[in-house]
C-alpha cells in the first residue's frame, strides 16, 4: 500500500507556471510507475502524464505536450508536474496516481490515489 499526497496548486494567470508534487508513503516507492490526471466539473478524469519506475520513460497527453513535464524523484519518494505556459483549460482538480504493473494513461487501471490539488487559470 502507497500513500499520495499532493500540494502546490493554486491560481495563477494564463502563460504562468506551476509545479505541482507528490509525495508518497508506505511502500517502496521505486515499485510504482505514476500518473498525474486531471478532472475538471462535469468532465470525465483526463490523463495528463505519466512516467515509469526509474523515471526513465515518460508520456505526456497531447493536450499538454511542450508545455508540461512530469518527472519523479526516488531518493525523495515524490513526483512532480512542471506546468508551464498554463491556459485557462487547464483548470482542474490535478491527482496523481500510483500503479504497480506498468505507466498507462487508462485512470482505471491505477491502485492508488492522493486526494487531488486544484490548478485555476485565470485569463
Known amino acids: 500500500q502507497v500513500h499520495l499526497v499532493e500540494s502546490g496548486g493554486g491560481v495563477v494567470q494564463a502563460w504562468g507556471s506551476l509545479r505541482p508534487s507528490c509525495a508518497a508513503s508506505?511502500?517502496?516507492?521505486?515499485?510504482?510507475?505514476l500518473g498525474w490526471f486531471r478532472q475538471a466539473p462535469g468532465n470525465e478524469r483526463e490523463f495528463v502524464a505519466s512516467?515509469?519506475?526509474?523515471?526513465?520513460?515518460?508520456l505526456h497527453a497531447d493536450s499538454v505536450k511542450g508545455r508540461f513535464t512530469i518527472s519523479r524523484d526516488n531518493a525523495k519518494n515524490a513526483v512532480y508536474m512542471q506546468m508551464n505556459s498554463l491556459k485557462p483549460e487547464d483548470t482542474a482538480v490535478y491527482y496523481c496516481?500510483?500503479?504497480?504493473?506498468?505507466?498507462?494513461?487508462?485512470?482505471?487501471?491505477?491502485?492508488?490515489w492522493g486526494q487531488g490539488t486544484q490548478v485555476t487559470v485565470s485569463s
Open positions: 512516467i515509469n519506475w526509474s523515471g526513465s520513460g515518460t
Open positions: 496516481a500510483a500503479d504497480s504493473r506498468h505507466p498507462s494513461s487508462n485512470y482505471r487501471e491505477y491502485e492508488h
Open positions: 508506505g511502500r517502496t516507492f521505486s515499485d510504482y510507475c
